[in-house]
Nanobody, 115 residues
Framework: QVQFVESGGGLVEFGGSLRLSCTAS????????MGWYRQVPGKQRELVAR???????DYAESVKGRVTISRDNAKKSVYLQMNSLRPDDTAVYYC?????????WGQGTQVTVSS
């Protein structure tokens, strides 16, 4: 079982920035694909970005150029730097650790972008 401490969400104005942080409780953090997902009421949870153990990154088309994901294996942490935020970025953001067929989820942090 992997547990997370997420932080960094909040209310920001259109065009602003936020940095989300997620620290995991597992000794084997470096082997997980770490990601951030988001969900709004009534919609499916969607991938925002993920970073593989080898450092490769994947981004949703809607956030490319505005969002950067990074990881620090020594700190067992993953970060999501979000810039040029828009109202449609408003969602609950979840930290995720994935390995094989197993997913672990954080409790979520609310991001609200005002117009």
């Amino acid at each position: 079982q992997v547990q997370f401490v997420e932080s960094g969400g909040g209310l920001v104005e259109f065009g602003g920035s936020l940095r989300l942080s997620c620290t995991a409780s597992t000794r084997s953090f470096s082997v997980y694909v770490m990601g951030w997902y988001r969900q709004v009421p009534g919609k499916q949870r969607e991938l925002v970005a993920r970073v593989h153990p080898d450092g490769r990154t994947d981004y949703a088309e809607s956030v490319k150029g505005r969002v950067t994901i990074s990881r620090d294996n020594a700190k067992k942490s993953v970060y999501l730097q979000m810039n040029s935020l828009r109202p449609d970025d408003t969602a609950v953001y979840y930290c995720n650790a994935h390995i094989s067929l197993v997913d672990y989820w954080g409790q979520g942090t609310q991001v609200t972008v005002s117009s």
